[in-house]
């Protein structure tokens, strides 16, 4: 088989990692809402603050946001299990988390050319539509640069290649939903 795979599962471990990592974004996003809609406080670091929710209205925002963790949580378990401890993972995990990165940046590039950006936002001044499509169109460039490395990219030869099911730092079979390692 050309990708490990969880075994408790069968999916190939670089979709139980990005089905993870998914999972975990939406736990950040949650807990986000969570301070700025409880507690009036943002995640900018720039000490914006928020006029926080009413008692009332929190608690009913709160209740389908505890629902929706508990239904990540299990669709992460379903998955397959997640590592118990950190481990160094196999070069095909290291490049499959990078160009799961670079697409992220590509979608944020596509948000930025101007024709995207009004359809969301509104008319932007003629001024500045040239200069942000330039700007669009070079980090394109640049994140197209990005991908052709990464495809070429090699492990540091100082690296141990950890990519078999019996490897060390492979996560353990038999947990679930709210299981400590």
Same mark, same amino acid.
């Given at each position: 088989m050309l990708f490990d795979v969880? *075994?408790?599962t069968g999916v190939p471990w670089h979709q139980v990692t990005h089905?993870? &990592? =998914?999972c975990d974004g939406l736990r950040r996003y $949650?807990? @986000?809402v969570r301070r700025m809609g =409880? =507690? #009036?406080q943002s995640a900018d670091g720039l000490d914006s603050r928020y006029v926080p929710l009413s008692p009332e209205s929190w608690e009913a925002l709160a209740a389908p946001l505890e629902s929706l963790l508990r239904q990540a949580e299990a669709v992460a378990y &379903? %998955? #397959?299990d997640q590592q118990a401890e950190p481990a160094r993972r196999g070069f095909a995990a290291t490049r499959t988390a990078l160009s799961s990165r670079l697409a992220e940046m590509e979608e944020i590039i596509s948000d930025l050319k101007p024709r995207n950006l009004q359809k969301s936002y509104g008319q932007l001044p003629a001024a500045v539509i040239p200069a942000l499509d330039e700007a669009a169109c070079a980090m394109e460039s640049l994140l197209e640069e990005a991908r052709r490395v990464l495809a070429c %990219?090699? *492990?540091a030869s100082a $690296? @141990? @290649?950890t990519s078999s099911p019996t490897s060390p730092g492979r996560p353990s079979a038999g947990r679930g939903p709210g299981q400590a390692a």
């Open positions: 969880d *075994p408790r089905i993870h &990592a =998914l $949650v807990n @986000e =409880l =507690l #009036g &379903a %998955a #397959g %990219a090699r *492990p $690296v @141990e @290649e």
